[in-house]
């Protein structure tokens, strides 16, 4: 990757509190690449005259920069502008249960360095932030980019997130994160950056809408299967958060009655049985009982232990008893799925997270077991497919959905 070229351009935080004119001309050339003047003013139905005063002072900011020209439509070719991408860098975090990604974004959203190490989420949140901060900081330097040019940190995390504030409340994977001011915290290691914390299926959703599948699909969900589960919910192009900003917890959906107590004290949950962790305890237990030859010795190999990715690897192989532990949490969580195209009719599901990767089995009972029990209509235009960016969903979105907050809109 080519070493970033650093402009003189200062990031004072004043760059980024725009009109709403200047807000619209930033979405729209986000939307649809570079634009001439006249596209803008025919886009925004603006007068030329303002519209010209309005790019000039964007250009002298530093905000837009010129990027030779568009096509004519008689006459002399158009001058096209587009976002500066040198006007200040973007890191995404994307934290899971046990590892964390990370990205460096420009000011377009173009990711120029990436990274993951393995983590413990239950780790006391001002160790886990610092080691988030050292290793952001190692990544700029890297690029030799002052900390103070970093304008905007998007963070993903696993657990329920009070948008505005930025912190989690209740999280049952991470305790002490309860209420942590997770936005102040960056401040001093990050002086202009603007801090942006969401769940992580809302990230995922928002990388899938930017760079993957969900491009131009306007009503989808982006269902996340990990060591818990989670769905994203995209509405009209946007991420619906809901009244309280924890929409989309499908995780606790009551799949069995009688099912086992769930860590939120609920009993037969979708997570408790179909998450990872419970792949992995029924692969355990068919080892055990004699009924898998393949994972038996995995086990033996790995201490006692089995993954996911284990039974997935021995389904792959042919074993019988990995089948079906995969076919039966595909139709469990296909079953919560059809209820959810019932309720919402998306135009289509995407799936990632870790256990995502397990293999072409799970979705397509999944897929199965959604068609089948869903409405005729809200299923005849329905994709149900796996996530195109695989690792990289959430630090895509951490990036984009700190981009599109950055601007603070004033009038
Ligand atoms: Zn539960």
Partial sequence: MPKLEISSIQTDNDVFVVNAVESLIVQSIRAKGPLSRTDLTQLLNYSRASLTTIVGTMVETGILHEVGE??????RRPLLL?????LGYVAGVDIGATSVDYALADFQGKIFERYS?????????????NNVCDVVSKMLAKHEIAPERLVAIGLGVPGPVEFAAGVLIAPPLMPSWEGYPIKSFFRPKFP??????DNDVNIMAKGEQKAGNGQGVENFLFVKIGTGIGCGIISNGRIYRGNDGC?????????????PICH??????????AAGPAIAAQGIEKAQAGQSPFLAQRMQENDGELTAADVGEAAAAGDRAANEIIRTTGRMIGGVLAGL??????????????????GYTLLSTIRQATLRRATALSTRRLQVEYSQLGDDTGVVGAIWLALENVFIVQN
């Fill in 192 to 197: 202009n950056a603007k801090v942006v914390v």
């Fill in 264 to 273: 939120c004290g609920n009993q037969g949950c979708l997570e408790y049985l």
């Fill in 70 to 75: 568009g096509r004519s439509a008689g006459g």
């Fill in 341 to 358: 195209v019932n309720f919402y009719n998306p135009k289509a599901i995407f799936i990632g997270g870790g256990v995502s990767k397990i």
């Fill in 117 to 129: 190490e393995s983590c413990d989420v239950r780790m006391e949140p001002e160790l886990f932030l």
């Fill in 247 to 259: 929409a989309g917890d499908i995780g606790h959906i009551c799949v069995d009655y009688n099912g």
């Fill in 82 to 86: 587009d976002i500066n991408p040198q």
